[in-house]
Nanobody, 116 residues
Framework: QVQLVESGGGLVQPGGSLRLSCAAS????????MGWYRQAPGKQRELVAL???????NYADSVKDRVTISRDNAKNTVYLQMNNLKPEDTAVYYC??????????WGQGTQVTVSS
């Protein structure tokens, strides 16, 4: 089992920045692709960004150039740096860990609200 704990969400004004963190309960980055997803009210959960075992990254078009995913192997933590936030970025953000056998773990989510 793997526990994922997100933190760093909150209320921010449009144009502001936030850094989300996802701490894993054990070292998993050598066998799990890590991702950040978000779900806005009334909408389906969608991929925001992911980082593969090899360190390759992928971003949704809606956040490309504003978001950076990274990881700290020593801290078992994945980060999502979000800049120039927009009201449409408002959502609950979830951390995900997925391996090649289809095992999925999710965090409890952290709320991000972008509003003036």
């Amino acid at each position: 089992q793997v526990q994922l704990v997100e933190s760093g969400g909150g209320l921010v004004q449009p144009g502001g920045s936030l850094r989300l963190s996802c701490a894993a309960s054990r070292s998993i980055f050598s066998s799990y692709t890590m991702g950040w997803y978000r779900q806005a009210p009334g909408k389906q959960r969608e991929l925001v960004a992911l980082i593969t075992i090899g360190g390759s990254t992928n971003y949704a078009d809606s956040v490309k150039d504003r978001v950076t995913i990274s990881r700290d192997n020593a801290k078992n933590t994945v980060y999502l740096q979000m800049n120039n936030l927009k009201p449409e970025d408002t959502a609950v953000y979830y951390c995900n860990a997925r391996n090649s056998w289809g095992t999925n773990y999710w965090g409890q989510g952290t709320q991000v609200t972008v509003s003036s």
